[in-house]
């Protein structure tokens, strides 16, 4: 079982940038590959990005390449997402989630665990 807690969220402008947090508890965190998703009103759930266990393998959806980065801490159980030069298309309710396997997914329900989701809005 994990249980993960999303932070860092907020109001900002075009341009700026905002680094998400994922706390997880859990001993067996080091051992999950974890993503990224977001919604925005009226949207499905869409995938932003993921890490591997290590942390030396990502993966991002074409529309945040080159802006975001995922990384993470396995001796602090937490995740982040760094995102740069933001658009007001990247408002979002910003998702961690959590997968047992190993290879790579970019479907939400393929993942095992998710938070609660941090609110990310980019103003014009």
């Known amino acids: 079982q994990v249980q993960l807690v999303e932070s860092g969220g907020g109001l900002v402008q075009t341009g700026d940038s905002l680094r998400l947090s994922c706390a997880a508890s859990?001993?067996?965190?080091?051992?999950?590959?974890m993503g990224w998703f977001r919604q925005a009103p009226g949207k499905e759930r869409e995938f932003v990005g993921s890490i591997n266990w290590t942390g030396t393998n990502t993966y991002y959806a074409d529309s945040v390449k080159g802006r975001f980065t995922i990384s993470r801490v396995n001796t602090k159980n937490t995740v982040y997402l760094q995102m740069n030069s933001l658009k007001p298309e990247d408002t979002a309710v910003y998702y961690c989630a959590a997968r047992r396997a190993s290879s790579y997914s970019t479907v939400p329900r393929e993942y095992d665990y998710w938070g609660q989701g941090t609110q990310v809005t980019v103003s014009s």
């Open positions: 859990g001993r067996t965190f080091s051992s999950y590959l």
